[in-house]
């Protein structure tokens, strides 16, 4: 499995030094796309086995995952540039911009395709973040996978799109403390819940944090 992540900056930098250091990923399959040879450089002095770039965006048309941690307003020329064209089959974007929503990646990268907003913090590089994540266009297989993916660089949680900035906000305001994984702490995700239904946890503090975030988020519709 090969992962593009397009910006080797604070956060695309981490998450590439993160994976680096855990057994999802081989170091060469990883390609971390700068625009700036400096970046490239500090890549490559973390671990010369990382696949370090500088204005190339080949690495897209094969990756399985890309991501994007390049700046807000650079996302839609980018993906406009260098993501519509050939690709793999099930190729899934994620892009960890603030303020980018489900829908622009939609219009602009096609409905074709799985896409996910991430919401991580650069503790991803000590295997440390609290990554909040939610999906469009995705099967369950391909949710199991991005949460296995953020898990094992922290802890992760796949949520409604409308609650990722208010979990978010209650994360940084709250200093909320990471807890342990389905599988027992080791940062994996489980299963995913039935369609329909909602995931329970035997963790009252995980359960304590989603009513919070809930409070805080915006009611849609009536009543």
Known sequence: MKISIVGGGNM?????????????????????????????????????????????????????????AVKPWMVEALIKEHLTGKRPDRQIVIS????????????????????????PNTAIEVKQSMTFITGLNATEDQNRLVLNIFGALGKAELVEERLLGPATLLRYRLRLPLYPGSDGGRGR???LPAKGSRRRSANPARGDRLARIQRLAPRTGGG
């Open 189 to 191: 995700a489980g299963p």
């Open 96 to 119: 960890v911009a603030a303020g980018i929503s489900l829908e622009q990646l939609q219009t602009w990268a096609g409905k074709d395709r799985a896409l996910y907003c991430a919401i």
């Open 12 to 68: 695309g930098g981490a998450i590439a030094r993160g994976l680096s250091t855990c057994d999802l990923f081989r170091p060469q399959d990883i390609t971390v796309i700068n625009r700036r040879a400096s970046k490239t450089a500090e890549i490559q002095g973390f671990n010369p086995e990382l696949q370090a770039v500088t204005g190339d965006y080949s690495s897209l048309a094969t990756a399985d995952i890309v991501v994007i």
